[in-house]
């Protein structure tokens, strides 16, 4: 079974940090690039950082530079988001997914061709 399972989220105050980890399970992650998404309460899920594990170039949304790092281990089939330096604004649901491609457009990361979606964990950052 194709499988993507996000976890590593939790409540936390702000200028704190966490790790998300995605473990795929059914498919090699090495094939497609990770991207993390999230939505937060009433808004869209948005773009926020991608890692192509073809060439292992990562690319991040202007929002979460500088903050967040986007890595993965092949041969572990688990992918990673750090997130550092965390302010409320991050509080959202964060999923990982398998997809052909990131793509910045505009303001907008986008994930094209999306392979797989993971279940989501929450992420709470408190003031």
């Known amino acids: 079974e194709v499988q993507l399972q996000a976890s590593g989220g939790g409540s936390v105050r702000a200028g704190s940090s966490l790790r998300l980890s995605c473990t795929a399970s059914g498919f090699s992650i090495g094939d497609w690039t990770i991207g993390w998404f999230r939505q937060a309460p009433g808004k869209e899920r948005e773009g926020v950082s991608c890692?192509?594990?073809?060439?292992?170039?990562?690319i991040d949304h202007d929002s979460v530079k500088g903050r967040f790092t986007a890595s993965s281990d092949v041969a572990k089939n688990t992918a990673w988001l750090r997130m550092d330096s965390l302010k409320p604004e991050d509080t959202a649901v964060y999923y990982c997914?398998?997809?052909?491609?990131?793509?910045?457009?505009?303001?907008?990361?986008?994930?094209?061709?999306?392979?797989?979606w993971g279940k989501g964990t929450q992420v709470t950052v408190s003031s």
């Open positions: 997914a398998a997809v052909r491609e990131c793509k910045v457009v505009g303001d907008t990361l986008l994930g094209l061709g999306v392979y797989n």
């Open positions: 890692i192509n594990n073809s060439v292992g170039s990562t």
